[in-house]
């Protein structure tokens, strides 16, 4: 699978924003397009819900975030375009959700690296991380 991403660093407001996310996957044999459709953006929007919400944040010497309702996930009106290309073959059909849960993390680096110059290293991925030092 590849993926690209279009993302904004808005530092005055400390936020960042993906505007578009596209996905091109061959996930195999296709039974049910739709499906494998809804495998892939749902998984797309659970990494882009990790990169730019997760972590775990130590309170007292416990985690803050103890189950899925105190962890924030992408909500409808945050939810990038998201464009899903399937290229036929005859290969045996393989995991969906994962490709875009996993590389989706890596696109919205790049797209945020060359939109500011600096990389990013650690999830979650902040705005205040893009700011260029002043001494390089």
Not at 42 to 59: E, K, P, R, T
Not at 73 to 80: A, D, G, I, T, Y
Not at 88 to 108: F, H, M, Q, R, Y
């Amino acid at each position: 699978a590849a993926i690209s991403a279009r993302a904004w660093a808005h530092s005055p407001a400390g936020t960042i924003t993906v505007t578009r996310v596209t996905v091109v996957a061959d996930p195999g044999i296709v039974v049910d397009p739709g499906s494998v459709h809804g495998q892939i953006e749902g998984g797309a929007i659970f990494g882009l819900s990790s990169v730019l919400h997760g972590g775990i944040d130590i309170v007292g010497g416990g985690t803050a975030q103890a189950n899925l309702d105190t962890t924030h996930f992408l909500r409808f009106n945050e939810v990038p375009e998201i464009d899903i290309a399937l290229i036929s073959t005859d290969n045996k059909p393989g995991a969906l959700g994962e490709i875009g849960t996993i590389a989706v993390a890596g696109a919205v680096a790049n797209a945020l690296s060359r939109a500011t110059g600096v990389g990013q290293y650690k999830f979650p991925f902040e705005a205040v991380d893009l700011i260029p030092s002043p001494n390089c």
